[in-house]
Protein backbone atom coordinates (compact mmCIF):
# COMPACT_ATOMS: atom_id res chain seq x y z
CA UNK A 1 0.00 0.00 0.00
CA UNK A 2 1.35 3.70 -0.77
CA UNK A 3 0.03 6.56 1.17
CA UNK A 4 -0.04 10.48 -0.32
CA UNK A 5 -1.04 13.42 1.46
CA UNK A 6 -3.30 16.27 -0.09
CA UNK A 7 -2.80 19.86 0.70
CA UNK A 8 -6.09 22.13 -0.29
CA UNK A 9 -4.88 25.66 0.39
CA UNK A 10 -8.31 26.25 0.89
CA UNK A 11 -8.84 24.88 4.00
CA UNK A 12 -4.71 24.60 5.01
CA UNK A 13 -3.60 28.54 3.93
CA UNK A 14 -1.57 30.10 0.35
CA UNK A 15 1.32 30.62 3.13
CA UNK A 16 4.23 29.41 0.49
CA UNK A 17 6.45 28.67 3.50
CA UNK A 18 4.04 26.81 5.23
CA UNK A 19 3.09 24.76 1.88
CA UNK A 20 6.94 24.07 1.30
CA UNK A 21 7.34 23.17 5.19
CA UNK A 22 4.46 20.95 4.91
CA UNK A 23 5.70 19.21 1.20
CA UNK A 24 9.52 18.84 2.95
CA UNK A 25 7.95 16.90 6.28
CA UNK A 26 5.71 14.81 3.68
CA UNK A 27 8.61 13.74 2.28
CA UNK A 28 10.57 13.26 5.60
CA UNK A 29 7.93 11.04 6.74
CA UNK A 30 8.15 8.86 3.68
CA UNK A 31 4.95 9.44 2.11
CA UNK A 32 4.59 8.88 -1.40
CA UNK A 33 3.59 12.20 -3.23
CA UNK A 34 0.98 15.33 -2.87
CA UNK A 35 -1.71 16.36 -4.20
CA UNK A 36 -3.44 19.16 -4.59
CA UNK A 37 -7.07 20.11 -5.86
CA UNK A 38 -8.04 22.75 -8.87
CA UNK A 39 -11.25 25.60 -8.85
CA UNK A 40 -11.10 27.97 -11.44
CA UNK A 41 -13.67 30.08 -10.00
CA UNK A 42 -16.58 30.09 -7.44
CA UNK A 43 -19.96 32.00 -7.05
CA UNK A 44 -22.28 33.08 -4.32
CA UNK A 45 -23.92 30.00 -3.12
CA UNK A 46 -21.61 27.78 -4.51
CA UNK A 47 -21.26 24.24 -3.72
CA UNK A 48 -18.90 21.66 -2.83
CA UNK A 49 -18.96 18.37 -2.24
CA UNK A 50 -22.60 19.27 -1.21
CA UNK A 51 -21.91 21.66 1.06
CA UNK A 52 -22.26 25.49 0.72
CA UNK A 53 -18.78 27.19 1.01
CA UNK A 54 -17.67 31.35 0.76
CA UNK A 55 -16.94 32.37 -2.36
CA UNK A 56 -13.28 34.22 -1.59
CA UNK A 57 -11.90 30.60 -0.88
CA UNK A 58 -8.23 30.85 -1.99
CA UNK A 59 -7.10 27.95 -4.51
CA UNK A 60 -3.77 28.44 -6.01
CA UNK A 61 -3.34 26.78 -9.64
CA UNK A 62 -2.20 23.50 -8.66
CA UNK A 63 0.33 23.48 -11.57
CA UNK A 64 1.85 26.48 -10.63
CA UNK A 65 1.95 25.07 -7.31
CA UNK A 66 3.21 22.19 -7.98
CA UNK A 67 6.21 22.90 -9.43
CA UNK A 68 7.31 25.35 -6.38
CA UNK A 69 7.06 22.21 -4.16
CA UNK A 70 8.82 20.46 -6.86
CA UNK A 71 11.56 22.61 -6.28
CA UNK A 72 11.23 22.55 -2.33
CA UNK A 73 11.59 18.57 -2.68
CA UNK A 74 13.75 16.00 -3.60
CA UNK A 75 11.40 12.76 -4.00
CA UNK A 76 7.74 13.40 -3.66
CA UNK A 77 5.91 12.81 -6.38
CA UNK A 78 3.06 15.51 -7.67
CA UNK A 79 -0.39 14.75 -7.91
CA UNK A 80 -3.69 16.61 -8.81
CA UNK A 81 -6.45 15.42 -7.06
CA UNK A 82 -8.89 16.58 -9.78
CA UNK A 83 -7.48 18.72 -12.30
CA UNK A 84 -9.97 20.23 -14.40
CA UNK A 85 -9.11 18.85 -17.68
CA UNK A 86 -11.91 20.00 -19.90
CA UNK A 87 -10.99 23.68 -18.90
CA UNK A 88 -7.88 23.64 -19.80
CA UNK A 89 -6.56 23.47 -23.92
CA UNK A 90 -4.38 20.07 -24.23
CA UNK A 91 -1.63 21.61 -26.43
CA UNK A 92 -0.90 23.97 -23.58
CA UNK A 93 -0.95 21.77 -20.73
CA UNK A 94 0.78 19.08 -22.68
CA UNK A 95 3.51 21.55 -22.14
CA UNK A 96 3.17 22.44 -19.11
CA UNK A 97 2.95 18.87 -17.33
CA UNK A 98 5.79 18.04 -19.75
CA UNK A 99 7.77 20.92 -18.28
CA UNK A 100 6.63 20.19 -14.68
CA UNK A 101 8.11 16.40 -15.30
CA UNK A 102 11.21 17.27 -16.52
CA UNK A 103 11.99 20.07 -14.27
CA UNK A 104 11.37 17.34 -11.07
CA UNK A 105 13.60 14.74 -13.10
CA UNK A 106 10.01 12.46 -13.12
CA UNK A 107 7.91 13.19 -10.37
CA UNK A 108 4.68 14.14 -12.43
CA UNK A 109 3.52 10.59 -11.56
CA UNK A 110 0.01 11.07 -9.87
CA UNK A 111 -2.31 13.14 -12.72
CA UNK A 112 -5.46 12.76 -11.67
CA UNK A 113 -8.14 14.62 -14.09
CA UNK A 114 -11.79 15.10 -13.46
CA UNK A 115 -14.79 17.03 -15.19
CA UNK A 116 -15.78 19.40 -12.68
CA UNK A 117 -18.97 19.84 -11.34
CA UNK A 118 -19.69 23.69 -10.97
CA UNK A 119 -21.50 24.86 -14.08
CA UNK A 120 -20.27 28.16 -13.52
CA UNK A 121 -16.55 27.40 -14.33
CA UNK A 122 -17.87 25.92 -17.80
CA UNK A 123 -19.39 29.09 -18.55
CA UNK A 124 -16.23 31.20 -17.82
CA UNK A 125 -13.97 28.89 -19.82
CA UNK A 126 -16.54 28.83 -23.03
CA UNK A 127 -17.37 25.55 -22.90
CA UNK A 128 -20.35 23.95 -22.68
CA UNK A 129 -21.07 22.10 -19.87
CA UNK A 130 -22.74 19.33 -21.13
CA UNK A 131 -19.73 18.48 -23.55
CA UNK A 132 -17.06 18.29 -20.89
CA UNK A 133 -16.96 14.57 -20.75
CA UNK A 134 -16.30 14.56 -24.72
CA UNK A 135 -13.97 16.85 -24.52
CA UNK A 136 -11.85 15.39 -21.69
CA UNK A 137 -11.48 11.80 -24.16
CA UNK A 138 -10.52 13.94 -26.79
CA UNK A 139 -7.65 15.57 -24.29
CA UNK A 140 -6.91 12.38 -22.71
CA UNK A 141 -5.81 11.48 -26.20
CA UNK A 142 -3.99 14.23 -27.29
CA UNK A 143 -2.23 14.79 -24.61
CA UNK A 144 -0.78 11.36 -24.93
CA UNK A 145 -0.26 11.71 -28.73
CA UNK A 146 1.79 15.11 -28.29
CA UNK A 147 4.02 13.18 -25.49
CA UNK A 148 5.10 10.38 -27.79
CA UNK A 149 5.36 12.28 -31.10
CA UNK A 150 8.77 12.69 -32.98
CA UNK A 151 10.28 15.22 -35.44
CA UNK A 152 7.64 14.21 -37.98
CA UNK A 153 4.43 15.72 -36.11
CA UNK A 154 1.25 14.55 -35.04
CA UNK A 155 -1.73 15.37 -35.78
CA UNK A 156 -5.22 14.84 -34.62
CA UNK A 157 -8.97 15.96 -35.85
CA UNK A 158 -11.81 15.60 -33.52
CA UNK A 159 -15.04 17.28 -32.64
CA UNK A 160 -13.32 20.11 -30.34
CA UNK A 161 -9.66 20.14 -31.47
CA UNK A 162 -7.75 19.73 -35.05
CA UNK A 163 -4.27 20.31 -35.88
CA UNK A 164 -1.67 18.80 -38.36
CA UNK A 165 1.99 17.89 -37.60
CA UNK A 166 2.90 19.35 -34.36
CA UNK A 167 6.08 18.68 -32.45
CA UNK A 168 6.26 19.52 -29.17
CA UNK A 169 9.11 18.66 -27.00
CA UNK A 170 10.75 18.23 -24.49
CA UNK A 171 8.70 14.92 -23.61
CA UNK A 172 8.26 13.31 -20.22
CA UNK A 173 11.29 12.85 -18.41
CA UNK A 174 11.95 9.04 -18.60
CA UNK A 175 8.85 7.87 -20.71
CA UNK A 176 6.79 9.20 -23.75
CA UNK A 177 4.33 9.43 -21.63
CA UNK A 178 2.95 10.52 -18.18
CA UNK A 179 0.18 8.01 -16.41
CA UNK A 180 -3.08 9.84 -16.29
CA UNK A 181 -5.68 8.74 -13.85
CA UNK A 182 -9.28 9.12 -13.85
CA UNK A 183 -10.83 10.90 -10.46
CA UNK A 184 -14.90 10.54 -9.91
CA UNK A 185 -17.58 8.88 -8.08
CA UNK A 186 -19.54 8.11 -11.45
CA UNK A 187 -19.77 4.93 -13.26
CA UNK A 188 -19.09 6.73 -16.47
CA UNK A 189 -15.74 8.32 -14.73
CA UNK A 190 -15.29 4.34 -13.96
CA UNK A 191 -15.72 3.61 -17.94
CA UNK A 192 -13.37 6.28 -18.69
CA UNK A 193 -10.93 4.68 -16.49
CA UNK A 194 -11.23 1.18 -18.19
CA UNK A 195 -11.02 3.12 -22.08
CA UNK A 196 -8.45 5.94 -20.91
CA UNK A 197 -7.07 5.19 -17.78
CA UNK A 198 -4.16 4.79 -15.97
CA UNK A 199 -6.18 4.23 -12.82
CA UNK A 200 -9.33 5.55 -10.76
CA UNK A 201 -9.03 7.98 -7.89
CA UNK A 202 -12.72 6.84 -6.25
CA UNK A 203 -14.09 9.99 -4.62
CA UNK A 204 -17.43 10.72 -3.35
CA UNK A 205 -19.78 8.92 -0.47
CA UNK A 206 -21.17 6.12 -1.89
CA UNK A 207 -22.59 2.85 -0.91
CA UNK A 208 -19.51 -0.08 -0.38
CA UNK A 209 -21.61 -1.96 -3.15
CA UNK A 210 -21.60 1.05 -5.33
CA UNK A 211 -18.32 2.33 -5.31
CA UNK A 212 -16.91 -2.03 -5.53
CA UNK A 213 -18.87 -2.00 -8.65
CA UNK A 214 -17.62 1.18 -10.01
CA UNK A 215 -14.63 -0.46 -9.31
CA UNK A 216 -15.32 -3.56 -11.31
CA UNK A 217 -16.72 -1.57 -13.90
CA UNK A 218 -13.51 0.07 -14.87
CA UNK A 219 -11.31 -3.37 -14.77
CA UNK A 220 -14.30 -5.08 -17.13
CA UNK A 221 -14.37 -1.99 -19.50
CA UNK A 222 -10.78 -2.34 -19.09
CA UNK A 223 -10.57 -5.89 -20.44
CA UNK A 224 -13.56 -5.34 -23.08
CA UNK A 225 -11.47 -2.45 -24.78
CA UNK A 226 -8.22 -5.03 -24.90
CA UNK A 227 -6.58 -3.23 -22.01
CA UNK A 228 -4.77 -5.19 -18.92
CA UNK A 229 -7.14 -4.35 -15.82
CA UNK A 230 -4.21 -5.46 -13.88
CA UNK A 231 -2.13 -2.32 -14.72
CA UNK A 232 -4.96 -0.27 -13.25
CA UNK A 233 -4.00 1.54 -9.75
CA UNK A 234 -7.15 2.26 -7.44
CA UNK A 235 -6.28 5.10 -5.27
CA UNK A 236 -8.78 6.16 -2.48
CA UNK A 237 -9.28 9.28 0.18
CA UNK A 238 -9.02 8.91 3.94
CA UNK A 239 -8.38 10.63 7.04
CA UNK A 240 -5.44 10.58 9.40
CA UNK A 241 -7.63 8.27 11.63
CA UNK A 242 -6.46 5.66 9.71
CA UNK A 243 -7.30 2.20 11.23
CA UNK A 244 -6.19 -1.01 11.34
CA UNK A 245 -9.07 -2.43 10.57
CA UNK A 246 -9.96 0.21 7.70
CA UNK A 247 -6.56 -0.42 5.88
CA UNK A 248 -7.32 -4.41 6.12
CA UNK A 249 -10.43 -3.20 4.13
CA UNK A 250 -8.69 -1.25 1.66
CA UNK A 251 -6.19 -3.72 1.03
CA UNK A 252 -8.81 -6.40 0.41
CA UNK A 253 -10.53 -4.27 -2.00
CA UNK A 254 -7.42 -4.34 -4.07
CA UNK A 255 -6.57 -0.35 -3.06
CA UNK A 256 -3.39 0.46 -4.37
CA UNK A 257 -2.78 3.90 -2.56
CA UNK A 258 -4.37 6.17 -0.12
CA UNK A 259 -4.55 9.74 -0.24
CA UNK A 260 -4.63 11.31 3.37
CA UNK A 261 -6.67 14.29 3.77
CA UNK A 262 -4.98 16.98 6.50
CA UNK A 263 -7.46 17.94 8.75
CA UNK A 264 -6.25 20.89 10.67
CA UNK A 265 -5.15 24.51 9.84
CA UNK A 266 -2.70 25.01 12.30
CA UNK A 267 0.40 24.07 10.59
CA UNK A 268 2.65 22.90 14.20
CA UNK A 269 -0.76 19.92 14.19
CA UNK A 270 -0.51 19.09 10.30
CA UNK A 271 3.16 18.26 10.88
CA UNK A 272 1.96 15.95 14.21
CA UNK A 273 -1.06 14.12 11.96
CA UNK A 274 1.81 13.50 9.18
CA UNK A 275 4.36 12.37 12.14
CA UNK A 276 1.56 10.56 13.86
CA UNK A 277 0.26 8.37 10.71
CA UNK A 278 3.71 8.05 9.63
CA UNK A 279 4.88 6.51 13.23
CA UNK A 280 2.22 3.74 12.40
CA UNK A 281 1.92 3.35 8.80
CA UNK A 282 5.92 4.22 7.72
CA UNK A 283 8.86 4.58 7.54
CA UNK A 284 10.29 7.50 8.96
CA UNK A 285 13.33 8.48 6.95
CA UNK A 286 14.04 11.45 8.89
Sequence with gaps: ?????????????????????????????GFEGLYLPEHLVLHPGAQLHGFEVP?????????????YVAAATDRLLLGTGVLLLPYRHPV????????????????MRLLTVGLGSLPVEATATGVDYRTRGRRADEAIEILRLLWSGNEEGVSFHGEFFA??????????????????????????????????????????????????????????????????????EYT????FDMTDERLAAFTAQGVDRVVMSAGSPDPNEQRDELSRFAERFLTIRQ
Design 55 to 67: PTLPFLDPLDTLA
Design 163 to 232: FDNLVQFPQPYRDTTLPIHIGGSSRAAARRTGLRGDGYFAGGALLPDERMSQWELARVTATEAGRDPERL
Design 1 to 29: MKFAVSYSTAHLGTDPDQIADYARHAEAC
Design 236 to 239: RWSG
Design 92 to 107: VLAKQLATIDVLSKGR
